[in-house]
């Protein structure tokens, strides 16, 4: 199921860099404040969401701060519903003016809840994804994100959690 949606977000970013009729639009060239939402589904096909701030330093380096509900998953057959606050920093490779690839590596702390079990956790987390912008304030995302190492304490063992999304962002100008 995740290699669908991974198909999915590169048809859908192919078609939109053909869009030559956006072509006024420049991604995050001034430094400003953003938001965001994303939606998608975790490695075990479980939906997840996120909301994101943001603070784009220059073309090239923004810093965000979000919460994640990771949603359901397993962690050696122990169901948990998770979720993460993260900090992170995020590089970006603009292709043109409406198009970047970004890599984003940072750390998180999740919650992780279930069987009994309530379970906190630190680790990093890091991620790759494609941005388009839609206009000079709207951006949509297609992205991967691993959460290294979540559960632990009374479930007894971690697991990486994959999360697969896409999602819009809104630059305040």
């Not at 060239?29 to 784009?56: K, M, V």
Request: aromatic letters at 12%; glycine letters at 16%.
């Amino acid at each position: 199921m995740a290699l669908r949606w991974m198909a999915a977000l590169v048809a859908l970013a192919c078609a939109a860099a053909a869009n030559p009729a956006l072509a006024q639009y420049r991604l995050g060239e001034e430094p400003g404040f953003y938001a965001g939402a994303s939606f998608g589904i975790n490695g075990d096909d479980e939906t997840a969401w996120r909301l994101l701030g943001g603070y784009q330093v220059n073309r090239n380096f923004a810093l965000e701060l979000g919460y994640h509900d990771l949603g359901r998953h397993n962690i050696a057959g122990f169901p948990l519903e998770s979720d993460a606050v993260e900090v992170l920093g995020v590089g970006r490779l603009p292709l043109n003016e409406q198009a970047a690839l970004y890599g984003k590596l940072g750390g998180y702390r999740s919650t992780s809840k279930g069987g009994g079990a309530d379970e906190r956790q630190l680790d990093i987390t890091f991620g790759v994804g494609f941005e388009y912008a839609l206009s000079q304030t709207l951006a949509a995302r297609g992205e991967w994100q691993r959460y290294r190492a979540v559960g632990g304490g009374a479930i007894g063992q971690t697991a990486d959690l994959d999360v697969y999304s896409i999602g819009a962002i809104y630059r305040f100008r």
